[in-house]
């Protein structure tokens, strides 16, 4: 039986998925003359070909796309493996988990306190970014998972939808008659609060103007969705935001929700992690805190949960 080492198979994968020589040395934490030698090495064992070049990067060969259905069939049992082994022992060391600040304004110590309680061992690194920072972080494998909002597609982590936050523009109440939607006109004599670009809910709010038909106000801008949900709570000016937030001021009548002609974008919510590797404990542990994020009830609708990434 020829012989060929876990080294060599995970450098050959992350190879296929990320196309080229060196994206695949900086996600394996090793220089590209390392990749390059245990290529070498698995064609050899191999007796094939495995790549040629493509473009700026490189590909499988026809063998080589059967040589990657099998690798990747052998490191998903033997992490299924690892995960058996390890999985009446307890979860224990530092999990660091990054979250978007809509998910830390409702129901993020939920989660904590469920990681607490299952896993007494488990103690939790906490990071509060924006999507775009928490997705960089865990490239750089500086987080281990995040909730975080629609992420770039790319092969350097997986994504699971967890659900989707309704959006809605909010605002002091009084500023409209009852049965009346809100029109551009009335938000160009309001103060527009909104997180910088390129964020969704920027991008929410342009694309409402645009389907209006009417020209972008002047916006003032943040990065803080939680000092924006603070200025519309007080009455200082009205913006798109995910309803949850200001969930207990919308029902007290402090903050009024605002009917529109045109529908607003739901805000995605993903759970997000490493692609190497991904054991079952740690598939168990993001399992677990979707479903209490699923459970808080601050989402709408139904929710999709499946893999749209590696």
């Not at 967890?162 to 938000?187: I, N, Y």
Request: hydrophobic share 45%; aromatic share 8%; charged share 20%.
């Amino acid at each position: 039986m020829k012989k060929y080492s876990l080294a060599q198979m995970e450098a050959f994968v992350a190879i296929c998925r990320l196309g080229t020589y060196r994206a695949a040395a900086e996600l394996l934490h090793v220089t590209q003359p390392t990749i390059s030698l245990r290529i070498a090495e698995l064609e050899d064992a191999l007796g094939v070909k495995l790549f040629e070049k493509s473009g700026r990067g490189v590909a499988p060969t026809g063998q080589g796309l059967t040589v990657r259905r099998y690798l990747e069939q052998s490191i998903g049992l033997l992490d299924q493996m690892d995960g058996m082994i390890q999985a009446e022992q307890p979860f224990h060391g530092l999990l660091r988990l990054g979250a978007i600040d809509a998910l830390a304004m409702t129901c993020l110590p939920e989660v904590v306190a469920m990681l607490e309680s299952s896993y007494p061992d488990l103690r939790v690194d906490l990071t509060i970014a924006n999507s775009s920072a928490l997705e960089a972080m865990l490239h750089d494998r500086e987080l281990d998972i995040a909730f975080l909002g629609e992420p770039a597609r790319s092969d350097t982590c997986w994504f699971e939808l967890v659900g989707l936050f309704e959006t809605a523009w909010l605002g002091p109440a009084g500023v409209l008659a009852p049965g009346r939607t809100l029109d551009p006109d009335t938000l160009y004599r309001s103060r527009v609060l909104t997180l910088r670009s390129p964020s969704r809910l920027h991008q929410i709010i342009r694309d409402w103007f645009h389907v209006e038909k009417a020209p972008l106000p002047t916006l003032s801008l943040c990065n803080d969705i939680s000092v924006i949900a603070r200025f519309v709570a007080q009455g200082q000016g009205m913006s798109v935001l995910p309803t949850c937030i200001l969930q207990r001021e919308i029902a007290d009548g402090t903050v009024a929700r605002y009917p529109t002609q045109y529908p607003l974008a739901d805000l995605p919510l993903y759970i997000a992690g490493q692609p190497i590797p991904r054991t079952v404990r740690v598939g168990e542990v993001m399992r677990r805190m979707s479903e209490t994020v699923v459970r808080s009830d601050y989402f709408r609708g139904e929710f999709k949960a499946g893999p749209l990434g590696r």
